[in-house]
């Protein structure tokens, strides 16, 4: 059985190990070699600790437990994007390759766009690298519009990224 439910601090060496993991198996051949080996457990473990230990974090994260932590997704205001009205953000929402396809992914964000909705906000927003056809084809399935594109560095390297929106009151998900 799979439980979808708020993050605590213990959850972090889950949610940095599906990060990495995730990230590596997404993103190889996209992104910079380099950038992927650089990405640790630790660090990231650290950076989501960062975020819980601090009152004033605007982030909401919620992970899938089955036993341990094989996904998680990360919900906010959005990061000055410039869309009007669109003043939520899903920052990040990672499955694990072998829990993907099984529903994970579209229960973290109903869950994450519930809370949104319930807190009054109406859109939200997600930017995916414009390579990515999987996390593409999953908003699209789910109804996301898309809203634009922008151009990012990473790790040295110059990548496209186009931004998805929903309406939270749609619930389509
Ligand atoms: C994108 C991701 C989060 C989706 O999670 P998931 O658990 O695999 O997706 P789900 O099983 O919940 O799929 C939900 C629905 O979307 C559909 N879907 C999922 N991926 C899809 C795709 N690539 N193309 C079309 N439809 C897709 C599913 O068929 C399902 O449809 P249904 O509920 O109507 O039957 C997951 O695949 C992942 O972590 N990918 C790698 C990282 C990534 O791209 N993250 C987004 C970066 S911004």
Redesign the pocket.
């Known amino acids: 059985m799979v439980r979808i439910r708020r993050a605590g601090l213990g959850d972090l060496p889950g949610v940095a190990q599906v990060l990495v993991d995730?990230w590596r198996a997404?993103y190889r051949g996209v992104v910079p070699e380099a950038f992927l080996e650089e990405l640790s457990y630790e660090g990231q473990a650290d950076r989501w600790a960062r975020g819980l230990r601090d009152p004033t974090w605007p982030g909401r994260l919620f992970v899938a437990e089955a036993g341990e932590v094989v996904?998680f997704a990360a919900f906010g205001p959005d990061r000055a994007s410039g869309f009007p009205g669109y003043t939520a953000e899903l920052w990040?929402?990672?499955?694990l390759p072998t829990?993907?396809?099984?529903?994970?992914?579209?229960?973290l964000f109903h869950e994450g766009a519930r809370l949104l909705q319930a807190e009054g906000y109406g859109r939200m927003l997600?930017?995916?690298?414009k390579e990515?056809?999987?996390?593409r084809?999953?908003y699209?399935?789910?109804g996301g519009v898309l809203l634009g594109e922008r151009e990012i560095e990473l790790g040295g390297a110059k990548l496209w990224e186009v931004a998805y929106g929903f309406d939270l009151g749609e619930q389509k998900w």
């Open positions: 995730t997404t996904g990040a929402i990672y499955v829990w993907q396809r099984k529903g994970l992914g579209r229960a997600v930017w995916v690298l990515n056809s999987q996390g084809g999953f699209e399935h789910l």
